[in-house]
């Protein structure tokens, strides 16, 4: 068993490589971080002016260039930039998401949410929303986008969009200026709404995404204002603020306020991620002087940091892929898929204690991850859309931190 272990885990680093990608906004640069050897190029690529955010796609970098009003697209082997794609003057792009060769973008400064096709860049869409559209959650075929209501900060609502007829079908009602969005495994989404930077300070709205009804406000600590929200492993969520006190945290299922006052993590940053092993923080300082990006085990505890550009504010993960037939993957008799290959659903049979279970596509890029509790996979990716057929892979990982790869395959679905 030792020796399929060991011959399993070096065909494991030829699949997953990880890199992480990071915008700088003030010094208008690209950083790409090598997660394995914490090796650092911070003119991966010199980006736009005041770049905002960045999603990856089909191994292509997009950053949002806001001061541009444009998408600058790179090639994430090479660094150089592919291409240009130039949205409505004085748009302010914001966030962007990308989904089925789509990507859509909140125009803050014009109320407008943007849907670009990408095998087709000079086919782009609009709709209008309303005052200051900020950040966004992709969900079973729709888009929920935050109006913060800039510069007027009234009542704050989160639009939804069908995605299929590019309209919108509702809206939410929730605390004054939404900024952020995350969604829990029981379909509740938690918005974050930062105040008036006056009187009204900020709370947490938690609504059901099935019926929209409001399910509870977590009012925060008069302290800060705070601005992003993000899961975390252990069941927390992470709600940081503009002042760089760190972040807050509270329980996914209860609610609970964990790290307050006296008591945030990861003091100085801002904006994190995490993978199967670390998490990833973005501490950008005084936005004069170089950000750091910080790496802390699922502990909290200390593990190392590299310098990057100045003013950091937005960063993608990447996990690299090498080629099929590089991929030596041994039977394991204790993880079985079955039926392989399939059309609607796949179980899979695993006698181990399991730490991590995540989908990959064949360019490595990770499609869900699936509870301990629901041994099986539909054949959709996070957001609940169905995924193309073809070769998917399984990665568990145990509770030894032992590694194991199982290739299924999808096929097209009759009809």
Sequence with gaps: ????????????????????????????????????????????????????????????????????DEIQVIDSVTGNTFDRILLENSSNPYKIIILNDFAYVSCWATGNLAKIDLNNTNTIEYIHLGSGPQGMLAH???????????PVYNEGIVKV??????????????QINPQEMIIDNRGYIHVICTGDFNNNFSKIV???????????????????????????????????????????????????????????????GNILLYDHQNIYVLHPGNYFHPSTFAIYNHEYSYVNEVTVGVGALAMTYKETYVSEKDIILPIIKDFVAYPNPFDTKINFKISRKIRKL??????????????????????????????QAGIYFVRLIDDNNDTIVKKILKKSQTK
Excluded at 57 to 68: A, F, K, P, R, T
């Design 161 to 174: 969009v069908d995605l299929h007829l590019f309209e919108i079908v509702s809206s939410v009602i929730v």
């Design 206 to 268: 938690i609504f059901d995404s099935r019926n929209e009804e409001i399910i509870d406000t977590i009012v925060l600590p008069n302290v800060s204002f705070f601005t992003t929200i993000q899961k975390s492993p252990n069941n927390l969520i992470f709600v940081g603020n503009f002042m760089g006190l760190g972040f807050l945290t509270y329980d996914i299922n209860s609610f609970e306020i964990y790290h307050s006052v006296g008591n945030f993590i990861f003091q100085g």
């Design 358 to 387: 995540d989908i990959f596509n064949i360019k490595g890029q990770k499609i869900c991850s699936l509870k301990n509790t629901n041994l099986h996979w539909n054949g959709k990716n996070e957001n609940g859309t169905e995924v």
């Design 1 to 68: 068993m030792k020796k399929l272990i060991l011959m399993m885990l070096t065909s494991i680093s030829l699949l997953f490589g990880s890199e992480m990608y990071v915008v700088n906004s003030i010094s208008q640069t690209l950083s790409k971080i090598n997660l394995e050897n914490l090796s650092v190029l911070n003119n991966f690529n010199q980006i736009g002016l005041y770049g905002n955010d960045i999603g990856l796609y089909d191994n292509m970098l997009y950053v949002l260039n806001s001061g541009d």
């Design 140 to 150: 079973e075929e729709k888009m929920y986008v935050a109006l913060s209501g800039y």
